[in-house]
């Protein structure tokens, strides 16, 4: 004797036995099974765009797919000979400001490493040697480094720095690599850089200790 459970809104309700409904089948003729008329077709829609862009190309009348509006449809970008234009805010890779003496800007603060919520900024303070003139006013970065893997890009470093030592106006983004030790910049990387002008100084002033116009504290003001 079988068992009947009470029905709920979790069970299946009761009724008749499931049908399936009939479909009709295909008529399969020899065209349709040879697939030799569908790939003439293809093969005429293929080579009537590469001849056709080959003419364009060739004529110099292909539109600019990058500046020129587009035709509806499917278009390509011949990258990386054509490339789309990155807007005006874009942030590209990470570079150090110089002085003039080639050093960087960098103080070794650690304001930028603070402030950057992706830690992907990792820097080594160093005192400048006995005898140099910034020696107690500021350090210099012994090693600084960026895992360009890790960042997000989203400028906190820029706005943290107080020197204007670091900057993301370079307008190029990061090179593909093959293996992640690549994308691990380093200071000498990093100085070589430039900005979309091509300067590798900062236009801000920055007055050294030991200058006419050094706003700070000289060590003449420490036996005050």
Known sequence: MIKRTAQTTWTKPAGGPVTGKPIARPNRTAEVQAYFPEFVRG???SMRHFFKNTKEMMLGQ?????????????????????RRPYPERFRGIHRLTLRDDGSPRCVACLCCSTACPAQCISIEAAEYPPGDSKRGYERY?????????????????????PCDAIRMDTGI??????????FIYRKDLLMEFS??????????????????????????????
């Open 195 to 224: 900005g979309r002008d091509g300067s590798r100084k900062s236009a801000n002033p920055r007055h050294e200790p030991g200058d006419p116009t050094h706003p700070g504290l000289s060590r003449d003001h420490m036996e005050h």
């Open 141 to 161: 970065p012994k090693t600084f480094v960026i895992d360009e893997l890790r960042c997000i890009f989203c400028g906190f470093c820029v706005e943290a720095c």
């Open 62 to 82: 292909k539109p600019d797919p990058v500046l020129e509006s587009l035709e509806e449809g499917v278009t390509t970008i011949c990258y990386p000979e054509e």
């Open 173 to 182: 983004h990061a090179v593909p690599y093959d293996s992640r030790d690549q």
């Open 43 to 45: 093969l005429a829609v």
